[in-house]
């Protein structure tokens, strides 16, 4: 698996869009830097199944503790999280 | 005096338990405290204690038997030659006669609304077999012969092809609520509109204060439904016989949706927590619903719960009520902005205007009035 950010963000955008259709949304044009649960986008159930699809995909456990806005809120800090937990940041 | 044991009740939400052993026999001494058999659920095994010293002087079940909860399994006597009292001796083993139904076979009498007289028995004994049979044959339905009291199958396949597959958990879950609920439960639905904007500023402010990534607005809102039923104990309760059953405890069930399974998470002493104890631990349960990593005392034992539609943008859902529940509120979202807060109550236990009550109370947080309170 790459840890390159732009390909971490791009498999995060893809999963994103994936769930939001499911939901009747268009996620395609969300910023990568934009706060994905103030986006209107997503409810906590899709929120939550990209989380765990996050948790699987990268292989990083997460605890409870850390899933804050300031950890996950965008698809860039998703993908900053996945780098910095994998220690290659 | 005869002193009569019965089967305990081991979860509130089985109203059977299976008898796996019985350790007496007729004429045997037994002491106060002794163990005397044990019963199972598919979650537990719990062994059955004498209440009273005593003899053994009557059988009343079989083991590896289905048995109601409360049903006397055992008669103990001052004496061994005590005899078992006249209403019950029917049914003793000791006194049985030709073609007396088993255990089993009187359960699904009872189910059936049958007396034993009616259905012809191939063997000795009147068994649960003859009554299927029987039943059957009148084109009705049996009940399961291990499942849930409540839990019928169709007897007859229908003509058209096809196949027979098994159940998943959640699915035969989803059975047993909803044949408790046609069964048991007298069902009622209210809903109102209400305004959202006190709830989401309260909930954006939460999760501003808490950085939070998930909303934690349906769980502040279940916690505000768990405040209100620890002030009404009706809300948490349920109906036996010809009584009302106050839970003891809050055990919050909570629907959330994983992929095409729909879980009702139970997240139990739910009054012992606080309001961020209880964002925090749906919030986990949730997650853990969502990746399939609930144990079984997460699925089970709800006394009120709470479920949302809003997702899928519905204008109304009706929940069923899981067994042995009063309340279960359901919010909805539709498409074009109305927000609503139904509820679907056992009409046994609650009356019309004490669930509008507390859809009325449940539409706004509680801080406001609060300070409102604090000021006057």
Redesign the interface.
């Known amino acids: 698996m790459s840890l390159n950010q732009a390909a971490i963000e791009d498999a995060i955008k893809q999963k994103l869009i994936q769930i939001c259709e499911t939901l009747g949304e268009d996620a395609s044009d969300l910023a990568h830097d934009e706060l994905i649960p103030a986006s209107g986008l997503i409810d906590s159930a899709g929120l939550l199944e990209l989380l765990m699809w996050y948790e699987s995909h990268f292989a990083i456990p997460l605890k409870p503790e850390e899933i804050t806005i300031d950890n996950l809120g965008s698809i860039a800090l998703m993908a900053e999280y996945v780098i910095k937990r994998k220690g290659q940041a | 005096m005869a002193v009569s044991i019965h089967a305990p009740r081991i979860n509130n939400n089985d109203d059977q338990v299976k008898l796996i052993a019985l350790d007496v026999a007729i004429g045997q001494k037994v002491d106060r405290g002794a163990v005397i058999g044990q019963v199972e659920t598919d979650k537990a095994v719990v062994d059955i204690e004498a209440p009273a010293e005593g003899y053994v002087i009557g059988l009343q079940a079989e083991v590896d038997t289905m048995v109601e909860v409360g049903s006397i399994l055992v008669w103990l006597g001052e004496s061994a030659d005590e005899v078992v009292p006249a209403a019950a001796a029917v049914e003793t083993r000791a006194g049985q006669a030709s073609g007396a139904p088993t255990a089993k076979a009187r359960l699904l009498l009872k189910r059936h609304g049958l007396t034993a007289d009616q259905v012809p028995a191939a063997g000795e004994r009147l068994t649960a077999e003859d009554v299927e049979h029987y039943v059957a044959g009148k084109g009705g339905r049996t009940a399961q012969a291990s499942g849930s009291p409540v839990a019928t199958r169709i007897d007859r396949l229908p003509d058209v092809p096809g196949a027979l597959r098994p159940l998943r958990p959640d699915e035969r879950g989803m059975v047993n609520t909803v044949s408790w609920s046609r069964d048991f439960a007298v069902p009622g639905y209210i809903e109102l509109e209400y305004d959202p904007q006190p709830w989401d500023a309260y909930a954006k402010d939460y ?1 501003d204060r808490h ?5 934690p ?2 769980s502040l809102m279940a916690w505000r439904l768990v405040e209100l039923a620890r002030e009404t104990p009706a809300l948490n309760a349920t109906h036996v016989g010809e009584q009302r059953y106050e839970y003891g405890e809050i055990n919050l069930g909570f629907t ?2 994983a992929g095409e399974t729909l879980y009702l998470t139970v997240l139990r002493n739910a009054d012992t927590l606080d309001e961020s104890g209880f964002v ?1 631990a749906q ?2 349960i ?2 853990r619903a ?2 399939h990593r609930l144990v079984p005392a997460e699925l089970q034992g709800a006394t009120i719960s709470f479920s949302s539609m ?2 899928w ?1 519905v204008s109304r859902h009706i929940p069923i009520l899981p067994p042995h529940t009063a309340l279960m509120v359901a919010h909805a979202v539709s498409a074009d902005g109305r927000h609503v807060l139904g509820a679907t109550y056992d009409h046994r236990v609650l009356n019309g205007f004490q669930v509008v009550n507390t859809l009325r109370k449940l539409s706004k947080p509680a801080v406001p009035d609060r300070k409102k309170e604090n000021t006057q």
């Open positions: 999760a950085r939070l990534m998930l909303s607005l349906l959330v949706q925090n919030g986990d949730q997650r969502a990746g809003a997702r943008k």
